[in-house]
């Protein structure tokens, strides 16, 4: 049987590309073409237009909800949380659009850990009442450790905490050690650190995930060619099963079969 793909990190919205003078548009059916073209069968996916001053909340809900026509219930749609949208709508009433299914932070885009750890805990008191999960972007800047949002996620030990792109990797293999409400996904992993995950217990809250289109930023390629190319690699270390009742669990969905 034909193992399922699921990615737990997809982006629609504005990145820089590499060679072009202006920043490009990944519109929604530009990606869900690539992941349809690579038999994607459910993906998790944010607006990088939270980014973009001038920008507002019902631009963002209309590009869910054309994400939403074109792929039903296999997209699952995070809000990329920006301090300037949190500025503009304390009361987090989209929230109530019944698109979202859970948000996303990122510290080097707004420093929520840092300096607004007050705001942070007020918006996360009110995603625990809708009980959706959260992502955090990781990595090595302040504000961006996992050890510093590992502290944040025992303070909600209720909700669901996704520590994106898995790095440093072993610090990543040490908070979901001590913390059974986190997650984290390979997004934008390099190819040859794949076979590095096979040497740790991930206690089946490794989750697989790309950062589709983040790559045209970088590197001159083909969206569809370097997704296959990833899934394939990350299919021959055999963890694709495992990453894939992560994914599951992580959103509390139930599936048979996987």
Not at 9 to 31: A, K, L, W
Request: with cysteine; net charge positive; hydrophobic share 40%.
């Amino acid at each position: 049987m034909k193992m399922m793909i699921c990615d737990a990190h997809v982006h629609v919205g504005y990145y820089p590309r590499i060679d072009y003078n202006e920043i490009t548009y990944y519109s929604p059916c530009r990606v869900v073409g690539v992941l349809n073209r690579c038999g994607v069968s459910e993906f998790i996916v944010s607006s990088t237009c939270a980014q973009i001053n001038g920008i507002g909340i019902d631009d963002i809900l209309r590009e869910a909800q054309e994400i939403k026509r074109l792929c039903g219930t296999r997209a699952h749609v995070f809000f990329w949380l920006s301090g300037h949208l949190y500025d503009l709508d304390r009361r987090l009433k989209w929230l109530e659009s019944g698109l979202i299914e859970g948000v996303k932070f990122h510290n080097d885009e707004t420093p929520w850990i840092m300096n607004r750890r007050n705001d942070l805990y007020k918006i996360l008191d009110r995603i625990a009442q809708c009980e959706m999960p959260v992502l955090f972007h990781g990595g090595i800047n302040q504000g961006s450790r996992p050890w510093q949002i590992a502290q944040v996620a025992k303070e909600y030990p209720g909700m669901k905490f996704c520590i994106a792109h898995c790095r440093p990797m072993g610090e990543v293999v040490r908070v979901i050690s001590e913390c059974p409400n986190v997650w984290t996904d390979t997004a934008y992993m390099r190819l040859e650190d794949f076979k590095l995950l096979c040497a740790y217990d991930w206690r089946n809250r490794l989750m697989f995930g790309t950062d589709l289109p983040v790559w045209q930023a970088h590197e001159n390629c083909s969206l569809t060619r370097r997704y296959r190319e990833y899934c394939m690699s990350f299919k021959k270390i055999g963890l694709e099963r495992i990453a894939i009742k992560a994914f599951h669990e992580f959103l509390n969905i139930q599936k048979k079969g996987t």
